[in-house]
């Protein structure tokens, strides 16, 4: 894990979480969903920003008892 990388990754997604959001405001729109969006498109299950995190895994298997 590379503190620096990651505290870089989430300024840069909180930038581009607020310039999106002021954008959206020019148009009319409000700034949270544009907000929840950003954040969905950043998770590490999208893949559609760059993330040296992994998402979770769950390892308990299902039980046949």
Do not use: H
Not at 10 to 18: D, E, H, P
Not at 29 to 41: A, F
Not at 45 to 57: L, M, N
């Amino acid at each position: 894990m590379n503190l620096g990388e990651d505290l870089l990754t989430l300024g840069i997604l909180l930038v581009v979480a607020y310039v999106l959001g002021r954008l959206g405001k020019l148009i009319g729109l409000p700034s949270i969903p544009i907000y929840m969006i950003v954040g969905l498109l950043a998770s590490p299950y999208s893949g559609w920003f760059p993330s040296t995190s992994t998402p979770p895994t769950s390892n308990s298997s299902p039980s046949s008892g």
